[in-house]
C-alpha cells in the first residue's frame, strides 16, 4: 500500500471526516471507497479516438 498526502478544501474534509465518523470507518477507507466509485464509474477510455462531433439528423428533406 502507498501513503500519500492530498490537499482538501476545509469544508470537504469536515464533511468528509464527519461522515466517516457516523459509519466509524477512517478518512483513508472513505477515501479510497470513494475513488473507487469514482473510477468504476468513469473507466479508461481510449485517448487515440477520433474526436467527437456533433450529431446530425437527416429529416428526409421535409419542410415541417
Given at each position: 500500500m ?11 474534509y ?7 465518523a457516523?459509519?466509524k470507518l ?6 479510497r ?13 481510449n485517448l ?11 429529416g428526409g428533406?421535409?419542410?415541417?
Amino acid at each position: 500500500m502507498t501513503i500519500t498526502q492530498i490537499q482538501l478544501p476545509d469544508e470537504l474534509y469536515c464533511r468528509t471526516k464527519s461522515f466517516a465518523a457516523e459509519r466509524k470507518l477512517s478518512l483513508a477507507e472513505v477515501t479510497r471507497r470513494g475513488l473507487e466509485l469514482f473510477l468504476d464509474r468513469f473507466p479508461k477510455e481510449n485517448l487515440e479516438q477520433e474526436p467527437w462531433k456533433i450529431p446530425t439528423f437527416d429529416g428526409g428533406g421535409m419542410l415541417v
